[in-house]
């Protein structure tokens, strides 16, 4: 039962044609004090048509408002404050919670429509750095979210395999690279090389000309260059993908920029025949001006093809391929202004996802400049600081290699997502791995610990009676609030709003552990047992929709 839901049609019964059902429910609001109620109505919207102050309203409808769930009724000057009975919503709460189990906060929002996710998104030939990991774990927690809801997500990984760095990057292999090196260690290898052409230019400019001569080639299809860019590519893909398999995370696609190549002609095509393509210096460009955006290149003068062009060849062809509902673009918010472009040029259901940083210092992390900290090395720290204190806490647990990399990895992405998304991070592995406080590892030990109450005792959760204390209610509202929360984080495209959530029923449960005896052989121990089951499947469901793990034992 929606509870709001409840009150709303309860008061509208009272209330008549005031207000509809709609607008009743839109006013609730939640007390931040529980001493003022569960929920909370204003009455001042009905004191023109029901000729009263809204204090009298208040005090009527405290006086009339009766239904099984509400304890009571209270006016406070112009509010409706009311109260639910703790052991008739406790009982119906958690008995349907634990009947639809993972299936909690289930929807069908989304009526099975589909959802372009367009994340992670690497350039080759670089390394997986920390700059990658916002991208990756927001866009994957928002495919998680939305297929939650109903939506059928198409997960796409947009690799930068494209672009005047590959003229570079040639250029610097065959004047310093070598090929054992390169194939003992290619991402390591290759970094050196693109760091020393860009140290090399400041003495030499005529290394640019080089490298664009080297992309020309590829362009045009030159064997050599061809050969290069394809090797890149794969052993590119391949440390990309060990790092995806321990972030347990996959795509649909890895179509990247050069797919789009042979696509990119009807595209301005397209533009010319719809009269949007202008010729301004030479270049081809769409003017944006009734935005009040800057004009769109297409083409460059020398007829080259941008990253716009490319862009707008990817929706043309997720449009005609999906169908899509949605488009989601999970980019830095350095590429704003682009997006907008891309978006007056083409669709109102394609949305950019901009989010903050990672900065080193209070500096932009940079592979060109060679200050760069690698994803993989931050989660093997990770997980091995995950196993010193397993080590120390719990020697004799099981499968202690496995669960180290769930708690290691775990800390690396609560810590990601419990973040707004648009708030810069400032790299900290420290506050990253810390083990107490708002992280990770405190959401994964608590439902560790209530698994564990649950293993303690022959007695089967079953909410035969509800639970009237204060503790339990608190958990009990929280539990309540689950599948509002999961509408909520994708509706504001923030996957932090389930983790500030989690955070909040972790402590809440903590709380309850230390206040009551949750053990104890009486008549309410079913009940409590249903209350710790329910607690261990929304915090299970809720990490598993960020990405991570729920060990059952820590």
């Known amino acids: 039962m929606d509870f709001k839901e409840m009150v709303s049609k309860s008061l509208h019964d009272l209330i008549g044609d005031a207000l509809e059902v709609k607008d009743v429910r839109r006013l609730i609001e939640t007390p931040k004090h529980s001493s003022h109620g569960d929920v909370a109505f204003p009455c001042f919207i009905l004191a023109k048509q029901l000729k009263k102050s809204p204090a009298m309203i208040a005090a009527e409808l405290a006086d009339r408002l009766s239904h099984p769930m509400i304890e009571k009724a209270e006016a406070a000057g112009p509010y409706l404050n009311i109260f639910f009975s703790k052991p008739n919503a406790s009982k119906q709460i958690i008995t349907s919670l634990v009947a639809d189990g993972e299936n909690y906060g289930n929807s069908n929002l989304g009526e099975n429509k589909k959802v372009v996710i367009d994340f992670s998104s690497p350039n080759i030939a670089k390394p997986f750095s920390m700059g990658h990991l916002r991208s990756t774990v927001i866009g994957h927690a928002l495919a998680n979210i939305a297929e939650k809801i109903g939506y059928q997500p198409v997960r796409i990984n947009h690799l930068g395999d494209w672009g005047t760095q590959f003229g570079k990057l040639i250029t610097?292999?065959?004047?310093?690279?070598?090929?054992?090196?390169?194939?003992?260690?290619?991402?390591?290898?290759?970094?050196?090389?693109?760091?020393?052409?860009?140290?090399?230019?400041?003495?030499?400019?005529?290394?640019?000309?080089?490298?664009?001569?080297?992309?020309?080639?590829?362009?045009?299809?030159?064997?050599?260059?061809?050969?290069?860019?394809?090797?890149?590519?794969?052993?590119?893909?391949?440390?990309?993908?060990?790092?995806?398999?321990?972030?347990?995370?996959?795509?649909?696609?890895?179509?990247?920029?050069?797919?789009?190549?042979?696509?990119?002609?009807?595209?301005?095509?397209?533009?010319?025949?719809?009269?949007?393509?202008?010729?301004?210096?030479?270049?081809?460009?769409?003017?944006?001006?009734?935005?009040?955006?800057?004009?769109?290149?297409?083409?460059?003068?020398d007829g080259a093809t941008l990253y716009a062009?490319?862009?707008?060849?990817?929706?043309?062809?997720?449009?005609?391929?999906?169908?899509?509902?949605?488009?989601?673009?999970i980019v830095g918010q350095e590429q704003s202004v682009h997006f907008k472009q891309l978006k007056a040029d083409w669709a109102d259901n394609m949305t950019h996802i901009p989010f903050g940083l990672y900065m080193k210092d209070g500096k932009k992390m940079s592979t060109r400049k060679g200050r760069v900290i690698l994803l993989e090395d931050v989660l093997n720290e990770a997980t091995s600081l995950a196993k010193e204190n397993i080590e120390k806490k719990n020697p004799q647990l099981q499968n202690k290699e496995a669960i180290a990399k769930s708690v290691g990895i775990g800390a690396i992405l609560f810590h990601d997502l419990k973040n707004d998304r648009m708030n810069h991070i400032e790299f900290s592995l420290n506050e990253m791995l810390t083990f107490e406080g708002e992280t990770g590892p405190y959401l994964q030990y608590t439902h560790a610990r209530a698994c564990s109450l649950l293993r303690k005792t022959a007695s089967k959760p079953s909410m035969e009676t509800g639970l009237n204390d204060d503790y339990s209610w608190e958990i009990v509202k929280l539990l309540h609030q689950y599948p509002h929360k999961v509408t909520a984080a994708f509706t504001q495209l923030s996957p932090s709003v389930i983790a500030k959530y989690l955070i909040d029923l972790a402590q809440a449960f903590n709380k309850y552990y230390g206040q009551i005896r949750i053990l104890n052989h009486d008549a309410e121990l079913p009940s409590r047992l249903a209350l710790v089951k329910a607690t261990t499947i929304v915090l299970a469901d809720g990490m598993k929709v960020l990405g991570m793990d729920a060990p059952t034992e820590m």
Not at 309 to 329: G, I, M, P, V
Request: charged content about 35%; some cysteine; overall charge negative.
């Open 172 to 301: 610097a292999y065959t004047k310093w690279g070598v090929e054992e090196k390169v194939r003992n260690s290619p991402i390591e290898e290759l970094l050196k090389l693109y760091v020393q052409f860009h140290e090399e230019v400041k003495e030499e400019p005529a290394l640019d000309d080089e490298a664009r001569l080297w992309f020309k080639k590829l362009e045009q299809g030159d064997k050599q260059a061809n050969l290069l860019w394809k090797w890149f590519r794969e052993v590119s893909i391949e440390e990309f993908e060990r790092i995806y398999q321990l972030l347990n995370i996959h795509f649909d696609f890895y179509h990247g920029e050069a797919f789009y190549n042979d696509k990119m002609d009807a595209v301005v095509k397209k533009l010319e025949d719809n009269g949007l393509l202008e010729t301004s210096d030479g270049a081809e460009v769409v003017h944006l001006s009734d935005e009040q955006l800057p004009p769109c290149l297409i083409k460059k003068s």
């Open 309 to 329: 062009t490319r862009d707008l060849a990817a929706a043309f062809y997720r449009h005609n391929s999906y169908q899509f509902e949605k488009a989601l673009y």
